[in-house]
């Protein structure tokens, strides 16, 4: 019997799923999901291409409920912007969760990913950073740190930004691009420290391998959402600050053990604090913020389980606006 399967294009899916609350609340809900136990989350496949400074993740997740499962590709190859190509690419495909057929083909070469992963900061800001934030600091100045700025102003609606990155140029222009956008005070900052000291949500958004935000910057009233670190070796956190932290939570604990900013401080010797809540149970309530002078900090690997959850909703955003293509298998 013939069946429909939808190819969906990048300039299609930008046109059909876009960085807001919809999409935020999507990602809110996988992470619930996750924090009930009922998830079924491989670990991620993880392939480095030294030769080409490059990776490759490949994650999924079955989410009970959800009418699909998706598997991402993802590859990251570096050196590409001096080639005139995009660092960041690839691809997901959504199977039917119920007979395993495969119902869409995402060509979105990363934007869905670009979008969930902010959308993954938006949550962790609403359920973790001061309910008032006045300025935010971003460590990085890539199209990420863009991002993260635009959803968690979504959720905590900021006057300032301050944007600090190792390339000065870039920052300038990362800030100049976030003002314009949100219609707010954005301006580079070249002291990382001073960038903390006067935000009170702080995101990180780098390839670091060495720490960029270090434990003694911390104050009353910092939150921090590190999402930078997704494999092992990168660090972008001084692994003594999720020790002295009020409260640190991992997306998906196995992951930050082995990829995130727990993994450096396991290593260092440091963490002593047991299993740490994840995300899905603070959205879930069964922890979080207490007081507005707690310092908390979440560290984002990425979970298969937002990948699903996009997914599924740009197939339904797309049906519903009549994006796409229809081929017959």
């Not at 395993?100 to 869905?112: H, K, Q, S």
């Not at 995130?260 to 994840?278: F, H, M, N, S």
Request: aromatic share 4%; proline share 5%; hydrophobic share 45%.
């Amino acid at each position: 019997m013939p069946r429909d399967i939808f190819i969906l294009t990048e300039n299609e899916l930008r046109r059909a799923v876009h960085l807001d609350l919809k999409a935020i609340g999507v990602v809110e809900q996988a992470f619930a999901a996750l924090g009930t136990g009922k998830v079924i989350m491989p670990p991620i496949l993880s392939m480095a291409v030294p030769e080409a400074n490059g990776e490759v993740d490949v994650k999924t997740a079955y989410i009970p409920g959800f009418e699909g499962f998706a598997i991402k590709v993802s590859p990251g190859f570096f050196d590409n912007p001096g080639l005139g190509l995009p660092s960041l690419n690839g691809l997901m495909i959504l199977f039917s969760a119920r007979t395993g057929l495969v119902e869409a083909l995402l060509l979105d070469n990363g934007y869905l990913t670009d979008v969930r992963t902010a959308a993954a900061g938006a949550v962790a800001a609403k359920h973790l950073a001061p309910q008032n934030v006045d300025t935010a600091g971003v460590m990085g100045a890539g199209v990420q740190a863009r991002l993260q700025m635009e959803a968690a102003h979504l959720v905590r609606p900021f006057r300032r930004v301050l944007v600090w990155g190792r390339d000065a140029a870039k920052a300038e222009a990362g800030a100049a691009n976030i003002a314009e956008k949100l219609g707010i005070e954005a301006r580079a900052e070249p002291d990382p420290a001073r960038l903390v000291a006067e935000s009170q949500l702080v995101v990180t958004t780098t390839p670091a391998e060495e720490p960029i935000l270090e434990a003694e910057w911390l104050h009353p009233g910092l939150h921090i959402t590190a999402m930078g670190s997704d494999q092992a070796g990168k660090n972008e956190i001084d692994p003594r600050a999720l020790v002295a932290a009020d409260l640190y939570v991992a997306d998906r604990v196995s992951q930050c053990e082995k990829l995130g900013e727990l993994r450096a401080a396991i290593a260092a010797g440091l963490w002593k604090g047991g299993t740490p809540p994840e995300l899905g149970e603070i959205v879930n309530g069964k922890a979080g913020r207490t007081s507005e002078d707690q310092v908390t900090i979440c560290d984002l690997t990425g979970t298969g389980a937002q990948d699903t959850a996009i997914a599924t909703f740009a197939l339904t955003e797309a049906k519903t606006s009549g994006a796409g293509s229809v081929i017959k298998s």
